[in-house]
């Protein structure tokens, strides 16, 4: 059974998303963040770069990074056609889920929620929340401008979707407006029965 090393609130909640999503066994090692239990030897043990999602293999192997583990789930575990058959349309797919994970996460949800973690003068914070902020909205107002020209599914949830997932949670916890597509799009996700699962134990963190 597949075992993914999670902390509730964090992006391994987009991984949970598509394990559910994808209707794959799995179970759940938890990770508190808040105590710094990914620095702990036992867990650097598993993941040395000491983050979540990690996801640990029936062979025992070991993968780490969001987009490697919704890529690997999507390809192995997933239906015929919900991985791109075509490089170009594998390539574009890899573009958005980059973007999402690198960009809009990475240098705007981190930057706004977390500028403690880079400095500790209080202009600076408030600098680099500023940045973060206009990071996500740049970010969601590039995603929705090329909403129409990506090919869509009903019904079919691919690894782009775990990623959106939990920025949309993000979000919407800040009380951050979507534009109009992406608006839409996260109402549908969050409404899906796998996001209450992804979801669980939010509340307390």
Same mark, same amino acid.
């Given at each position: 059974?597949?075992?993914?090393?999670?902390?509730?609130?964090?992006?391994?909640?987009?991984?949970?998303?598509?394990?559910?999503?994808?209707?794959?066994?799995? *179970?759940?090692?938890?990770?508190?963040?808040?105590?710094?239990?990914?620095?702990?030897?036992?867990?650097?043990?598993?993941?040395?770069?000491?983050?979540?999602?990690?996801?640990?293999?029936?062979?025992?192997?070991?993968?780490?990074?969001? *987009?490697?583990?919704?890529?690997?789930?999507?390809?192995?575990?997933?239906?015929?056609?919900?991985?791109?058959?075509?490089?170009?349309?594998?390539?574009?797919?890899?573009?958005?889920?980059?973007?999402?994970?690198?960009?809009?996460?990475?240098?705007?949800?981190? !930057?706004?929620?977390?500028? *403690?973690? !880079?400095?500790?003068?209080?202009?600076?914070?408030?600098?680099?929340?500023?940045?973060?902020?206009?990071?996500?909205?740049?970010?969601?107002?590039?995603?929705?401008? *090329?909403?129409?020209?990506?090919?869509?599914?009903?019904?079919?949830?691919?690894?782009?979707?775990?990623?959106?997932?939990?920025?949309?949670?993000?979000?919407?916890?800040?009380?951050?407006?979507?534009?109009?597509?992406?608006?839409?799009?996260?109402?549908?996700?969050?409404?899906?029965?796998?996001?209450?699962?992804?979801?669980?134990?939010?509340?307390?963190?």
């Amino acid at each position: 059974m597949l075992t993914l090393f999670h902390a509730p609130g964090a992006c391994s909640m987009g991984i949970v998303f598509l394990l559910e999503e994808l209707g794959v066994d799995y *179970q759940l090692a938890p990770v508190d963040l808040r105590t710094g239990a990914q620095h702990a030897p036992e867990f650097r043990q598993t993941n040395p770069k000491g983050k979540v999602p990690a996801l640990r293999l029936d062979d025992g192997a070991v993968l780490t990074e969001f *987009q490697a583990i919704a890529c690997w789930l999507c390809r192995s575990h997933g239906a015929p056609g919900l991985w791109p058959e075509s490089a170009m349309a594998e390539a574009r797919l890899l573009e958005r889920l980059d973007f999402i994970v690198g960009s809009i996460h990475a240098r705007g949800f981190t !930057f706004l929620a977390m500028p *403690q973690k !880079f400095t500790a003068d209080p202009g600076a914070q408030d600098a680099l929340r500023a940045l973060g902020r206009r990071e996500i909205e740049t970010g969601f107002a590039t995603l929705a401008a *090329q909403w129409e020209a990506v090919p869509r599914t009903p019904d079919r949830i691919g690894p782009d979707d775990a990623a959106l997932f939990y920025v949309f949670v993000w979000a919407r916890a800040l009380g951050l407006a979507l534009p109009g597509p992406l608006a839409a799009h996260a109402d549908a996700l969050l409404a899906r029965p796998a996001a209450r699962v992804a979801m669980q134990g939010l509340a307390d963190h």
